[in-house]
């Protein structure tokens, strides 16, 4: 294959440089000053805007199976593609769910020729947790534990004593205390305008508590960190244990619960949207490095589905995938996040955290995965413009800055202006455990 060179202010290392990047057979062949491109290169030139390591996602979901009306492979990474994202890792709450080798390959199975940016997998608990390591060990991310799950393990000692006796597993958390949550429905009116008192932060902080009880010094990463109080006890702790890591998402650094007041179930989620002084503290550990990663908990749904009246009918989530880059460059104008911070969270920690392999950084022989953003360009958001099946977003006539614009998987321009260039190229990753 021919080599490419693409121009512009390229990301290197932790901050942008004037450069040229030549791409040759699906790699990043060097990286150069711009006058220094031999003139037999092509080169595409774009000019002031950013070059960044194609975007990764270690906490989406993508739905298929009995689903596929919410989600299927084929339109939740072309939503992912759109929004800058070239590697997107999977969660196994599917119907049914990816807990064992054999869903883990009819999984693969249904991704073939339908997937336009590489996924990995992360298995869920199965009944025997035996099931759901040697998923794992066939390439899986992690083991997924839902708050039913965390409270499951520390209720059945064999459970636990199975799951923790093997050292390499990696767990991801979800931690909110469900015996908490029914107790508050017991108190507070259901409805969906006081989903944050009944998911409330000291719910989080619980299942915070219970996690790290059962699971201390495990290799161990807590996912959408939500509320001020989770966040301190989490970052106390993971100074103190390196395998501790967490993340948080676009959304809870984005909005506050005042969301769920005007667009009602649509900006339902779980953990839910908080206060401000909770969005606050998240903006401060993601700008003192504290974050190890920028999710989006891409959870697509059917607008019927969210339009719901009754409080538990409503499912939570909604998608992100292509109102991330938007919504976070928008915090950077305001100079509410660093954009350093904010880049390192959406590429390098987290493919580094989970040992995804040649990606996440610009540099010699990386996948040439690359993506091109606009950062002032001014514009709205409008759902029904998403390649998500799902068109809805919390996010919706919100007034933004910054787009992609174009996208490279593996040397190829799989996106441009708005549009999907190519067949489906993405590759089904898999993490290698006997490294
Ligand atoms: O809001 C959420 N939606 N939180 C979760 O934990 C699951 C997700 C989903 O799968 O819809
Ligand atoms: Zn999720």
Not at 68 to 86: C, H, L, P, V
Not at 283 to 302: F, W
Request: charged share 30%; aromatic share 6%.
């Amino acid at each position: 294959m021919s080599e490419l060179a693409i121009s512009g202010r390229v990301w290197i290392g932790r901050e942008f440089h004037e450069a040229a990047v030549i791409l040759k057979e699906g790699r990043i062949l060097e990286i150069l000053p711009k006058s220094s491109v031999p003139l037999n290169v092509p080169l595409i030139d774009f000019g002031n805007n950013l070059i960044l390591p194609g975007l990764v996602d270690v906490h989406v979901h993508l739905r298929d199976f009995e689903q596929s009306y919410k989600e299927d492979f084929s339109s939740g990474t072309k939503a992912a593609i759109a929004g800058g994202y070239t590697t997107v890792l999977t969660m196994p709450n599917t119907k049914p769910p990816i807990s064992s080798l054999e869903m883990l390959q009819s999984a693969k199975e249904r991704t073939k020729d339908k997937i336009f940016c590489d996924v990995g997998f992360h298995i869920g608990l199965n009944e025997n947790p035996i099931n759901s390591i040697k998923a794992l060990m066939e390439g899986g991310f992690s083991i997924k534990l839902y708050p039913e799950d965390i409270m499951l393990i520390s209720k059945d000692r064999e459970k636990k004593e199975i799951l923790t006796k093997e050292e390499k597993i990696f767990f991801t958390a979800h931690c909110e205390d469900l015996e908490r949550i029914e107790a508050n429905k017991a108190k507070i009116e259901n409805k969906v305008e006081n989903h944050s008192m009944i998911r409330d932060e000291i719910a989080e902080l619980n299942g915070v508590e219970l996690c790290l009880k059962l699971l201390k010094l495990k290799n161990l990463h807590i996912v959408h960190v939500s509320s001020s109080l989770a966040l301190k006890r989490l970052i106390g702790e993971s100074e103190l244990d390196k395998k501790l890591t967490f993340e948080v998402t676009v959304h809870h650094l984005a909005l506050t619960k005042k969301r769920v007041e005007e667009l009602k179930g649509i900006a339902k989620t779980n953990p839910p949207l908080r206060s401000e002084e909770d969005a606050l503290a998240l903006r401060k550990a993601l700008n003192e490095g504290k974050v190890t990663a920028i999710v989006t908990d891409h959870a697509p749904h059917s607008i019927e589905e969210k339009k719901l009246e009754e409080y538990d009918s409503i499912p939570s989530g909604f998608p992100g995938l292509e109102t991330a880059i938007p919504a976070l460059l928008t915090l950077v104008k305001l100079g509410e996040i660093s954009l350093e911070e904010t880049i390192l969270a959406l590429t390098s920690k987290p493919a580094k955290r989970f040992q995804i392999h040649n990606v996440g950084e610009i540099k010699r022989n990386s996948f040439a995965n690359l993506t091109v953003v606009k950062q002032n360009e001014k514009w709205k958001i409008k759902s029904s413009n998403f390649l998500s099946k799902a068109k809805f977003s919390p996010f919706e006539n919100m007034e933004v800055v910054g787009k992609v614009i174009a996208v490279f998987l593996r040397g190829e321009k799989v996106f441009e202006e708005g549009s999907i260039l190519s067949n489906p190229k993405g590759r089904v990753i898999i993490k290698n455990w006997n490294l």
